[in-house]
């Protein structure tokens, strides 16, 4: 993932980026359109955070700065335990990732946390004759 995205040029107007969901708001508002993101993608990402945001606040994490690689990596777990296909997974991973990146190169984080996630390979189908 070597998508660079812009920097912001006046954090400032936009605030102090301090919990998961602000940090969602500033993702769907900048990161996704400076991607140029289908309308499509957009929704299905927004979808996966949000996810993630909810498992993250029933652990009692709201701040960003108290995510950590541990909190993305049981998150992945739980959505083997939950029965997601692999496809899924890998899909939310990706997504995970996007929005850690874009929140690392926007200074809001000081380090991208979601660089060691791993995605998990989706099953490939056998051959049919």
């Known amino acids: 993932m070597n998508t660079q995205y812009p920097r912001l040029p006046l954090m400032d107007e936009i605030g102090q980026v301090e919990t998961l969901r602000q940090a969602l708001t500033l993702f769907e508002r900048v990161g996704m359109p400076a991607r140029n993101l289908a309308a499509r993608t957009r929704g299905e990402y927004r979808n996966d955070l949000l996810d993630l945001i909810q498992y993250l606040e029933q652990q009692g994490i709201v701040p960003l700065t108290r995510v950590g690689i541990h909190h ?54 056998e051959p049919r004759f």
């Open 72 to 125: 993305l990596t049981n998150y992945q777990a739980e959505m083997d335990r939950r029965g997601y296909k692999a496809s899924t997974r890998n899909r939310k991973t990706h997504a995970i990732k996007s929005w850690f990146q874009f929140l690392y190169h926007q200074g809001v984080m000081r380090e991208n946390i979601a660089l060691r996630m791993i995605p998990p390979r989706p099953n490939k189908a």
